[in-house]
Each structure stands twice: as C-alpha cells, then as structure tokens.
C-alpha cells in the first residue's frame, strides 16, 4: 500500500503541481521574449564581444519582471512593447521589430530622452523605457557573457585592493 501511495504521489506530481503554477507565467508570450531581445541587442550591441542576445537578455527581463516587479511595474512594462511599436509607427511607420538597426537605434534614442523628462516629472511611476533599459543592464552584466567575457573576470580573486588605480580605456571589474 505505501508503495502504491509513494508511486501515485510521483507519477501523478505533474498533475498536483500545475494547480501551482501562477498565472503570471502566462503574462508574456514568446513575442514579447523577443521584442525585449531586440530592444536589449540594440543598446548592448553585439561587437567584438558578445550582444545582449547572446546573453538571452529578454528571457532575462521577462523572468525578472515576472517575479519581481509589482503588478503596476509589470503592466508598464509591458505596455511598454505597444508605446515603442506605436511610437515607431508613427515615425517610421512600421513597428519597431521591423526597422533597420539605425532606425532602432535613433528609436530608442528618443525614447531614452522621453523616459529622462517623464522620471524627473513622475518619481512615483517609472516610465516603460527606464524599465526596459535596467533589465537590459541588469540581466547583460550579471550574465556569463557579460560578466566573464566583456567585464574584466577573475574567478578566484586573491588579496582586497580597495584601491587600484584606473587608466582610461580600461573595462570595468566584473
């Protein structure tokens, strides 16, 4: 009897499990995982090191703004995906999944001096951009690519220098 108790409760865990899974998992589709790629590989381009894509930064975004943010944060966020489409429309007319890298870069440009003047009138709410554009940080540079192959990485640090002299041109410390 314990044996048909114990095999019940692990081949039917799925079924318990999925009355736990949160509807908030629903929030963002795949297209939504792949605009916030394009958005983040527009302003963490990638060059002669890695981009944000290479990162999955938008998986990143999407999971951090799922678990994190509040609701009100989480809708701006994601509204903001229809206000950068709309505004891309309106000057390109064509959404911003489909413009030229150049145009995507000029795009985010405006948006970014948008979302500065909103945040110094608004402290209470951020704007879209202010969002999309600190996950792409956040999620680039504590990635392993961003964190071992753009910022300077040493994985077992010897002795605590609080301070080193920094030359001009040199990255950052990961």
Known sequence: ??????GGA?????????????????????DDIAFFDEVAE????????????????GSFMVLYATDCYDET??????????????ASDKKYKNGFMKLAPAQ?????????KEAKDHNKKDQQ???????MKQLTLLGFFTSK?????????????GKYEGCIEYKKGETSWA
Do not use: W
């Not at 527009?42 to 930064?57: C, H, L, R, S, Y």
């Not at 995507?104 to 970014?112: G, P, R, S, T, W």
């Open 42 to 57: 527009t302003i963490i381009p990638k060059t002669n090191t890695p981009g944000a894509k290479d990162a999955a930064t």
């Open 125 to 131: 709410q951020p704007h879209y951009f202010t969002l």
């Open 73 to 86: 944060n989480r809708n701006i966020f994601k509204a903001g995906i229809a206000e950068l489409n709309k």
């Open 145 to 157: 690519q961003g964190a071992t192959q753009v910022l300077r990485y040493n994985p077992v640090p």
């Open 104 to 112: 995507k870069k000029e795009m985010l440009e405006m948006v970014d």
């Open 10 to 30: 692990v081949i039917g865990g799925d079924v318990f499990l999925a009355g736990c899974r949160s509807k908030e998992q629903d929030f963002f589709t795949k």
């Open 1 to 6: 009897m314990i044996a048909v108790l114990t």
